[in-house]
């Protein structure tokens, strides 16, 4: 990619950035928040978003947020009060503009009567204080005030301590010039000179703001045929020198064809008001005329100097003035290459600082991590590979080798952790996108709502968050469309007319949890249930709970397009939802309060890469428990293992009896559960809270495993989560205890019709383990 | 594979050529990755009995089908003798177990005979070409049937998983 | 020897910007992300021109100037203002602030080349 191009990259990025900046803070101060930092973090960001576009000619983004800029300025200057009214312009301003953005990326258009009727909604706010908003003429200087101030000459100090200053007297010091002549000269209409005059004389405050004299007169030298003559003349004696002050004059005689005022004017621009400065047309009368007791040799070498000194790289610190004549002119022998030649290396101390400078951030390619955190994983395979031959090799726990081992496990535990850290990014990258989609949404079905968002720092791996961002919107565009009320539903219910829908992240025992919330009229529990007995995915005997039928609308085919708009209550393509969040290794879960609203919670692993597991044995299999899951392992006493019904156990913990369930059984590799007490149970809690005894038959030990997916070559299989790599080199299988946790359907009672699924592609298909919600 | 029959004439096309018991099979040699002796696999849970389960292939989990046993012929007993035959079947990587590699081949598109009418539905399935060669008759394998498919699974699951409720 | 240009903006697309062209026209540059970054970048800098944007978190153009202004090591050195707007105001309180000159946004290479030369060899 052109360097160019690439910038306009991170210009897009950066305003998304700016735009979510930008949302934020209208947002807070639409919440109250009166901090001023705000208001001026909102004008930087569309500040900045305009600055890029000018660099890149997008006019129609420039023109916009010029507007809009100008805007907030008036606010942030106070001459605008943000009430409610204004806010509510500004936000919509705000999508507007990321409109914009969008349309100056993608090269889309952007809704021309939505855009200029915004603008002039904005227009007329800033007009609306009076003012008219900035004056933007594109050419302000002119308005500077130059107030030429004029110095006595004759009691007028020593030189200056500008070192190229200090060279110039140095070389011509001494001539005295009082210019008076030039000053008075009329500048001829009848035919206009090719020559000016221009007096300069600096001001302290010239050399304070780091100008240099010598440069400016090289400048004016870019213009034309340029004799410089030094006027010394205010240089006081040694003793009564100020080092700090300005002392030195100079007259120019500028011969070419076509100088413009202006330009001269130009050269001077950022010194006007720190210097007198006269410039007059010659009447008649050559420049060298003018020059008294200068000859013209003498003007060139000036110039001369000038370019061979500045060639030689005066050092920007100004030294003091008495010392510079000489060493200036040391300094004008060296001549050297100007500054423009291209280094081919930068020295390693320079780098070394640039890096210490630079913002502590930096761009990766994504490929990269990626490339990166693969190849950890495999370490972290090799590792535990390693580790296990040692081990089988019979050497001391105490050996130098196996203590060695350790040190690598522990770096290289570090490592992944590092490196998995790299991906972790705030959800905020996907909530910053619902403001809008709430507004907009609440705009089409004329619904009111407010948005809260809770929990926007909350960091997870970066796959993660891209994945999360459609499903969320899927579901929020449900929590409006079809949990909440109208305004007027809701007054009749005796709710405010505002509804509210709630994103709140948060992180619970190693997973992310997702809630989306609405205090909506909640599921029609039998409009649902009628739905799914006429699409005949359950049977009209069902006898299902509250919470199974909430459940049904995850079902796929519960929904179809037909009958999108005629679903009271939820169950848009949750199916689609559920499989995307399951896809993620997440599970979905819905509750629901008749008309109180309803909650999904979503739970999903942080990272997809890695998990602290702990390693068991059930019939002969190598099995990885998640440790996130597990509360404790105790061993089986005969007398706390009850039978409750034909087929099921429960055992005693403490003071409460959970299910026992034999992994072995439920997962198929056994038909015949060995005696609770041979082996070892796991007590777990699920995403609901619910807990149950696993049964395992061994616990090998704990260990952090990579994730390894079994989609990637086959397909999900049912109460496993993912598979592994052990240090054995063999594949070990992952539990969904989520899954698992759910009784078989023998068990469980067969009510609901089967859909029918035949065919010799399912021949052994999964039908039990999926857990519901 | 459709493609390879409906190659034009007097295109020449690579196979690779395995035994399943008594009879010799073949695959297009592009789908080939790679050839390894059996390594014992980690059996998957209720998975179709012509799965033998997952082995880890440098890092990857590849799952391991029983060609024999996915064609309806008898369950094969791995052993070492055995060899898995690492294909690529659309973007996934499969390993087919069987008894033997014989040969590579190359024929003529031409030369491929339809499959007969007569087949069984499984044949039929799997088998998209009959070749004779040297007295041998060796059946065209398409890979594309080789794992089942997804998405008649997947409501099967889900509409099972509310049966559980 | 290679000059050294310190740029100070918040905006990475500026940033960017302002690198590409400088480091094509042979200089070194040194980037910091606002006023306070800035005169914290100045001694590692050691920059022979500066070049600042107005608006920035933290601290703004007008006080980064003035810091630098303050400061006995680097109150010579040239400070260029980024400024979009041709706004007089705004470029009389950067001059107040000790500003060397001002570049307009948006500006093309040889621009911000010239405006270098103005005010350094």
Known sequence: MDPLAAIKVTFFQECEEQLAELEGGLLAMEGGDHDPEIVNAVFRAVHSIKGGAGAFSLEALVRFSHVFETALDLIRGGDIQADQETLKLLLRSADVLADHVRAARDGGVVDEGRSSAMAEALEALASGMGGGGEADTGDGFDDFVFNPVSIDMSDAPAPADDSVAALLASITGGDADGGAGEADAPASDDAPSQTWHVRFYPQVGLYQKANEAGLLLRELGRLGEVAVRLDASGLPLLQNMNPEDAYLGWSADLTGPGIEESAIREVFEWVEGDCYLDIVREGAAPPVAQASGVDAVGDVDVMALIRAAQAAEVPAAAAAAPTAPARASAEAKATAEPAKAKEAALDAKAQAAAREASPQTIRVDLERVDRLIDLVGELVINQAMLTQRVAECGLQRASSVAMGLDDLEQLTREIQDSVMAIRAQPVKSVFQRFPRLVREIAAMTGKEVRLIMDGEGTEVDKTVIERLSDPLTHMIRNAIDHGLETPEEREAAGKPREGVVRLAALHRSGRIVIEISDDGRGINRPRVKQIAVDKGLISPEANLSDDEIDNLIFMAGFSTAATVSDISGRGVGMDVVRRSIQSLGGRINISSRPGQGSTFTLSLPLTLAVLDGMVVTVAGQTLVAPLTAIIESLQPKACDVRNLGPNAQVIAIRDTHVPLIDIGRSLGYRTVTPPPTEGVALLVEGEGGSRAALMVDAIQGQRQVVIKSLEANYRPVPGIAAATILGDGRVALILDIDAVMVPKPHEGGGAIAAPANGGLDTVGAPTSLAKVG | ?165 | MTKTILTVDDSRTMRDMLHLALTEAGFRVVQAVDGLDGLEALDAAQADVIITDINMPRLDGFGFIEGVRKNDRHRATPILVLTTESDTTKKQRARDAGATGWIVKPFNPEKLIDAIRRVAA
């Open chain 2, 1 to 165: 594979m459709e493609d390879i029959v409906q190659r034009k004439t007097g295109d020449r096309i690579e196979l690779i050529s395995f035994r399943i018991g008594d009879q010799e099979f073949c695959v297009d040699i592009m789908a080939v990755r790679e050839i390894r002796g059996w390594t014992p696999a980690t059996s998957l849970p209720q998975a179709p009995s012509f799965v033998k389960g997952v082995i880890n292939l440098r890092g990857a989990v590849l799952p391991i089908v029983d060609l024999a046993a996915r064609m309806g012929m008898a369950v094969t007993e791995p052993s070492e003798r055995h060899v898995i035959i690492v294909t690529r079947i659309c973007d996934q990587q499969v390993g087919l177990l069987v008894d033997a590699v014989c040969d590579i081949i190359t024929v003529e598109t031409g030369s491929i005979q339809q499959t007969p009418d007569l087949a069984c539905d499984v044949v039929k399935t799997f088998v998209k070409g009959l070749l004779a060669m040297e007295g041998r008759m060796i059946s065209l394998i398409s890979l594309d049937n080789v794992l089942p498919t997804l998405e008649i699974e997947a409501s099967g699951a889900e509409t099972a998983s509310i049966l559980a409720a």
